[in-house]
């Protein structure tokens, strides 16, 4: 016998309410990928009409060439880091080991996650850049 203490607990069955929550965490970290892709592609949807309406009514407008060209790039970047961030990408991982499944997953929700953030961020450096446009502040451009 060992010197580890025994130590004794009482044991219950799952309520139903807590059989719930169980299912729906684990419904939740399943649609997590989903719904980054989902977000993804409204950032691109969102894009695509600021680039375009941003090119439209910008052409020959008072606004200073300088922030013509940031405002534009900067939707443009979104673009291509939001359509980067839902593209698919081939990975070999071996489907019968639950904890490179689970690895893979995490990586992948992760990249996602990170396109997400540098979209967003470009996208909404466009359109701050395009509220200080129209409103006639001049910083540096």
Known sequence: MT???????KARAVTEDEAFYIQWGY????????????VLKLLITINVAL???????????DV?????IVILSAFFIGLVLAFTGVFPRKSAIDIRI???IKTHKNRVLDSKRRYLWAGSAFTVFGL???????SGIRICF
């Open 98 to 100: 639950p904890d490179k």
């Open 128 to 134: 701050l850049a395009s509220a200080l446009a129209v």
């Open 27 to 38: 419904e939740t970290v399943k649609a997590n990928i989903g719904t980054a892709n989902e």
């Open 64 to 68: 200073p060439e300088g922030f013509r």
């Open 51 to 61: 680039l375009g309406g941003g090119a439209a009514f910008l052409y020959k407008s």
């Open 3 to 9: 010197d580890d203490k025994i130590v004794q607990g």
